[in-house]
């Protein structure tokens, strides 16, 4: 039953909101400037007296192309000059990092991303490699989750042999549509046979999994251009996919000021284009993990959703919540026990700071008692679709329902809406809820009251 779905229109009507998506909670647009590289020192320093195992998050900027739809932080350039300094800045960011680190703290999980990770050389990544593997303690054993985002307009056969050769084993593919009518409207021109040649070449050099991402809602997609895209995708056989909802927000994000308005699909069309894609996945023998994420069966994240082990953190859907989460990179965002700290969000503050010898945490946040029930309440929710009020009562040592008696009557309506199952023990989101998931989080969300949703993509 973990993977079923129902599809419920008037129920998405209803509850298709905007909201955070919750990779942490507290969500980011609660970080403030009153964290600085003092707390993440002291953070690190608790980690290491801990001895907690660590992820490892690598932001690398770059782009030589601009994609319209993308909200990233990167650099678009064609000068493959501007990565040597700031490789050199992120070498010096690992140095200072690592001191306050124990050498025995293993690195379960890595992942590059970006901007696009490749646009480095070949040399430039070895040189990356070699710089984690000598400050942090990296497995050597290929039993690490050791990932990074690939553009397939940006690597080959031989880059994909360096990728697998330094230590990673698993990538993921970005892929949005291969419809050349919807590609040249958001500048990203990227053939199916492009991507294929990229996904033979991580099978037969043996990367443990490959991800793909869609997005849908982008201009000129139908229903059925949408649902080419998928077969095409379907016939290649990832072991996951992540079908994300395009968010339309151009006064924050510059690039998407190119993108005609009034070519993007009515929202009418979007959930068509959703419904369709569930179905087509669905029968392909894909499950439904949550929050826009597929997996087949025999995929980690299913089996960990199954056992009742998944988490989530910035890294998205994961195996390795219990590890402490590093970022490193302009922008990039840690998480090391109760703290949440972000980089500095502007490549020239963050290369500067770094040649004074200092880190450049310049925003975050220590997550309070009432922060860490609410982010155990939305963590289970979010995972595994349920909640068990005894585990959060034993946990926190409160009574759930006193707890969260302001919000029992919102919650007694949801389940009069066919969202959730409620009662006095436990709340089980539906099979047509559980598209809705991030509606439900958003009913434990104590700071989303106070602040406008304008800055949130819509659930759906």
């Known amino acids: 039953m973990l993977d079923a ?44 007296q801990a001895k907690r195992a660590l992820s490892l998050y690598v932001h690398l900027p770059f782009c030589a192309h601009i994609c319209y739809y993308c909200a990233c932080n990167k650099v678009i350039t064609k000068d493959r000059g501007r990565s040597a300094p700031y490789l050199q800045r992120l070498l010096r960011e690992m140095e200072l990092v690592s001191r306050h680190l124990d050498p025995d703290q293993v690195v379960e999980q890595l992942h590059f991303g970006g901007g696009t990770p490749t646009f480095l050389s070949h040399d430039e990544l070895r ?3 070699a710089g984690l593997r000598q400050h942090f303690n990296l497995l050597d054993d290929d039993s690490g989750d050791y990932s990074i985002e690939i553009d397939p307009r940006e690597a080959d056969w031989a880059t994909m042999g360096l990728l697998r050769d330094i230590g990673f084993n698993r990538v993921s593919l970005g892929v949005q549509d291969f419809d050349p009518a919807v590609q040249r409207a958001v500048n990203r021109l990227q053939t199916l046979e492009e991507t294929r040649a990229i996904l033979e070449a991580a099978r ?49 994000f510059p690039p998407q000021r190119r993108i005609n308005a009034e070519d993007l ?3 009418g069309t ?56 590093i970022g490193l990179g302009v922008s990039s965002i840690s998480q090391i026990g109760d703290l949440y700290c972000q980089n500095s ?27 860490r029930i609410r982010r155990a309440v939305i963590q289970q929710l979010i995972c595994h679709f349920r909640l068990d009020f005894a585990a959060i009562e034993e ?8 707890y969260f008696n302001d919000i029992w009557p919102t919650l007694e309506s949801a389940a009069s809406d066919g969202l959730i199952r409620l009662d006095e023990q436990s709340i089980d989101i539906t099979a047509a809820g559980r598209l809705l998931v991030r509606s439900v989080c958003m009913l434990f969300d104590s700071y989303l009251p106070l602040q406008s949703t304008q800055r949130f993509s819509r659930v759906i």
Not at 246 to 251: F, G, N, V
Not at 294 to 302: M, V
Not at 360 to 365: A, D, H, K
């Open 5 to 48: 779905i129902r599809w419920d229109t008037d129920l998405i009507r209803r509850y298709d909101l905007a909201g955070p998506r919750y990779t942490s909670y507290p969500t980011a647009v609660q970080f403030h400037d009153g964290i600085g590289a003092f707390d993440l020192l002291h953070a690190l320093r608790d980690s290491a």
């Open 127 to 129: 040189q990356l490699m």
């Open 204 to 252: 037969t050099l043996q990367f443990r999994s490959v991800n793909i991402d869609l997005i849908y809602g982008l201009p000129l997609q139908t229903p059925d251009s949408f649902a080419k895209t998928v077969d095409e995708v379907i016939a290649l056989q990832p072991d996951r996919l992540s079908v994300f909802n395009y968010a339309h927000l151009p006064e924050r």
């Open 265 to 267: 699909p009515s929202p």
């Open 270 to 325: 979007k959930l068509e284009m959703l419904q369709r894609t569930i179905e087509q996945l669905t029968r392909a023998g894909y499950r439904y993990i949550g929050m826009d994420h597929f997996a087949l069966p025999d995929d980690e994240l299913a089996i960990a959703q199954e056992e009742g082990t998944l988490q989530r953190n910035f890294q998205g859907y994961t195996t390795h919540g219990h590890c402490d989460l």
């Open 345 to 371: 969000s502007d490549i020239g503050d963050y290369q500067n700071t770094l040649d004074n010898g200092q880190l450049t945490t310049r925003r975050g946040l220590h997550c309070n008692n009432d922060d």
């Open 395 to 402: 946990q926190f040592n409160i009574d759930f329902r006193g």
